[in-house]
């Protein structure tokens, strides 16, 4: 039982606009940052988002992220193929003193 | 660019201690405020944190690890290790190490498979 909530799967077609949904409590997200991260399987999962909306360098600006609240959501426009990977959410958490990670959103392009 | 690879045993007994050590090059522990730390994931699981620890010595433990584990950090040799006591077969997982400030994981190894088997 992961202590941020994601959706377990998300999907769309080529081109089109997902967001995948984080929801937490006031410990974590309601007072701290939150990052995003793209695994793709057999490699190092990959910084997507930080600071709730802020792109590392090299990062598309198709990937976006946001937070309102004990909750938070990343949008990807402009769907892509090679989009097809799982993502995480987290954030550090008071209550915990640890970092907190969502269960994971496999997303699938159709 | 930081780079950062794992090493250790691919295979530990139960009830044994599972050593890792991550070394890192592109920069040095010692003159960065980031913190360095521990991620695994389980097969057929999602991601879990493990703990980190700043080059100063504050240690951050997730709470359901903490009386297995210890995480240190020898900056003579730009590395940090993680050491777990007492390991159990749910303990088998892909173990990262990572980096960051405290609030997220900007580089990350490509991991180890650690099987906790007899």
Known sequence: ?110 | QLQLRESGPGLVKPSETLPLTCTVSGGSIARSSNYWGWIRQPPGKGLEWIGSIHYSGSTYYNPSLKSRLTISVDTSKNQFSLKLSSVIATDTAVYYCASGPRTSADYWGLGTLVTVSS
């Open chain 1, 1 to 110: 039982q992961s202590v941020l909530t994601q959706p377990p799967s998300a999907s769309g077609t080529p081109g089109q606009r997902v967001t995948i949904s984080c929801s937490g409590t006031s410990s974590n997200i309601g007072s701290n940052y939150v990052s995003w991260y793209q695994h793709l399987p057999g490699t190092a999962p990959k910084l997507l988002i930080n600071r709730n909306n802020q792109r590392p360098s090299g990062v598309p600006d198709r990937f976006s992220g946001s937070r309102s609240g004990t909750s938070a959501s990343l949008a990807i426009s402009g769907l892509r193929s090679e989009d097809e990977a799982d993502y995480y959410c987290a954030a550090w958490d008071d209550s915990l003193s640890g970092q907190v990670f969502g269960g994971g959103t496999k997303l699938t392009v159709l």
